[in-house]
């Protein structure tokens, strides 16, 4: 059993150096030019000679991205819980929404600029544009998929509406909630790096346009990584915050 966990632990680190290590063999065997294809050794160079650089618009990515995340959080929930807790809700704003995050959420970032200017504010909306969805849909998904036979049980013995979605469909839905989470940082950095590329002169976005402009190719590839490295860390924040407080979903994996 502990061999498994263990595995399990260590099978991403591995997978990921195997990846870095051949990644690295074609292009030293095939001599593959930088300003094409960088390997993991040019772009680890240019994160140690340009670090300062990268962390600075790495740390205004973060910010502005869990900014646009938090504002996600809170209209996500308090709309998925409206649309879950009611049929004719579910009715009314599913289709609407489902329309609504078809929509390219690049095309708005146009229009934020003419509205906001450019700087952090485009970039914060377009990062909670993309991420709202997820939490909305899965905490609607789980108040609405209550089970009518346990709700019928809670009427019977004295439970008023309110009781039930506050006391068993909230505590209920939590596991989607944290699968929305995990879903939805991952877009708000990407909502937040496409609007940089376009309406900001800070962050990781940009330093994509200028590193691309410059043909600093292991440069841009860096800050990519940085990107993915920070919705990484976040995932799994949150993966170790849903193991710890709703252990009770896990039981039926525990023993596997």
């Excluded at 990644?23 to 390997?39: G, L, M, T």
């Excluded at 959420?105 to 934020?112: E, H, N, Y």
């Excluded at 906001?116 to 914060?124: Q, S, V």
Aim: charged share 10%.
């Amino acid at each position: 059993m502990m061999q498994k966990k263990m595995a399990e632990r260590w099978a991403p680190w591995v997978l990921l150096l195997a990846i870095v290590l051949l990644w690295q063999v074609i292009c030293s065997a095939f001599d593959v030019s930088e300003f094409i294809f960088p390997s993991p050794w040019a772009i680890g160079h240019q994160l140690y000679e340009f670090a300062g650089t990268i962390a600075m618009h790495a740390w205004r990515t973060y910010w502005v991205t869990m900014a646009g995340f938090a504002l996600a959080i809170v209209v996500g929930v308090l709309l998925g819980f409206l649309i879950g807790s009611s049929r004719l809700a579910y009715a009314a704003f599913y289709p609407l929404m489902t329309a609504f995050n078809a929509l390219p959420k690049a095309a708005f970032v146009p229009i934020l600029v003419v509205w906001f200017g450019i700087g952090a504010g485009p970039a914060i909306l377009t990062a909670f544009l993309i991420s709202f969805f997820p939490i909305m849909v899965n905490i609607a998904t789980g108040l609405a998929t209550l089970e009518p036979e346990l709700e019928d049980v809670l009427r019977v013995l004295g439970a008023k509406r309110w009781d039930v979605l506050i006391k068993v469909g909230l505590p209920r839905s939590m596991p989607y909630f944290y699968g929305s989470l995990k879903v939805a940082i991952t877009l708000a950095f990407v909502g937040t790096t496409v609007s940089e590329m376009t309406a900001a002169n800070e962050g990781i976005g940009y330093l994509l346009v200028s590193a691309g402009s410059s043909m600093q190719m292991a440069l841009a590839f860096a800050g990519l990584l940085v990107v993915g490295a920070m919705a990484m860390v976040m995932y799994e924040l949150f993966n170790l915050v849903e193991k710890h407080t709703t252990g009770w979903a896990r039981r039926g994996s525990q023993g596997e």
